[in-house]
């Protein structure tokens, strides 16, 4: 399967941990996407990679929320301290590095999670 | 503000006729364009897409039409299946960005 992989697929926890998800994106795409998804709305960027360098975060995301991509490969994003409002589903993508125009990009199946 | 938009949240089409979505975008330096349709418990696919400068682009039973002095793209599936049940999110970039807006989706439903 070369699609774009993402761990877990479901994540439970309680308010104030701290969560960690993982994307492996498809292995000849040098940019990775990491946006967020609530019931009703299309996705919403949080932040982008190429290669290793993270270029952009999105003005909403708050401290909290920390990416990494070491090496150019798999990306993780860490959520500290939850809050019930990061329940949401935590979509990765991954395109090849043409620019914007002309690389679509291509989701992993999510990770949902639940802050209770 | 949302700059890509969509304002019908659901469609119902009988098998074999056609669907038709519809979406709007208010940032006139978007320069690509794409649809997406999003299965239960899945991501979204890569459906179509198509760049400023055409008009038209046509996949199978999919074709995406943009209207740039209207600000406004749709995608046309002919002739719809029921397999074609899903959300269908429309999205747009700019040669200049990273960033790819969304809109909030369409829920067609096909109906046998």
């Known amino acids: 399967d070369t699609g774009v992989s993402q761990n877990p697929r479901h994540k439970i926890t309680k308010r104030g941990q701290n969560v960690t998800f993982r994307c492996d994106p498809i292995?000849?795409?040098?940019?990775l996407y990491w946006y967020r998804q609530t019931l009703g709305q299309g996705p919403e960027f949080l932040t982008y990679f190429q290669n290793e360098a993270q270029l952009e975060k999105s003005r909403l995301l708050s401290d909290r929320f920390s990416a990494e991509r070491p090496k150019g490969s798999f990306s993780t994003l860490e959520i500290q301290r939850t809050e019930q409002g990061d329940s949401a589903m935590y979509l990765c993508?991954?395109?090849?590095?043409?620019?914007?125009?002309?690389?679509?990009?291509?989701f992993g199946n999510g990770t949902r999670l639940t802050v209770t | 503000d949302q700059q890509v938009k969509q304002n019908s949240p659901s469609l119902s089409v009988q098998e074999g006729r056609i669907s038709i979505l519809n979406c709007d975008y208010t940032?006139?330096?978007?320069?690509?364009f794409l649809w997406y349709k999003k299965y239960p418990a899945e991501g979204p696919t890569f459906l179509i897409s198509i760049s400023s400068i055409k008009d038209k682009n046509e996949d199978g039973r999919f074709t995406v039409f943009l209207n740039k002095s209207a600000k406004h793209l749709s995608l046309h599936i002919v002739p719809s299946q029921p397999g074609d049940s899903a959300v269908y999110f429309c999205?747009?970039?700019?040669?200049?960005?990273?960033?790819?807006?969304f809109g909030t989706g369409t829920s067609l439903t096909v109906i046998p």
């Open positions: 940032n006139s330096m978007f320069d690509y």
């Open positions: 292995s000849e795409h040098n940019r």
């Open positions: 999205a747009a970039s700019y040669n200049t960005g990273n960033q790819f807006y």
């Open positions: 993508a991954s395109s090849l590095g043409q620019g914007a125009a002309g690389s679509p990009l291509h």
